[in-house]
């Protein structure tokens, strides 16, 4: 499967390009990044999951980590706490807002 021609990747790289780079020590501790564990709220039953945003050879649903060309990966990385998205999932789009970051690696390091 060739990932940059998927759905998920094509609004992951939408995504990407609004994106706004910042040095290693300027990530705000409240955003989603790489390797971040995250509790998110699904808008509509109001569940809450804690997962692992990670690479995609990394990921592992029993053990809770999501890759990040996942459609909820994609949708989750660069979100800050409190914010929310409609993304487009396999059974059609659903409103998720970040609860938590448990982990942020950025913000561990300082």
Known sequence: IDLHDTPTAEL??????RARVVRHGEVPPDVVTMN?????ED???GERRSVRVVY?????????RVSVM???GSALIGLSV?????WQMPSGKKRIRVVEIKYQ???AAR
């Open 12 to 17: 992951l790289e939408s995504e990407l390009q």
């Open 36 to 40: 971040s564990e995250v509790v998110y």
């Open 43 to 45: 808008g509509r039953s």
């Open 56 to 64: 995609p050879n990394e990921a592992d649903a029993s053990q809770g």
């Open 70 to 72: 996942a459609p909820i």
């Open 82 to 86: 409190g914010q929310e998205i409609e």
């Open 105 to 107: 690696p950025e913000a």
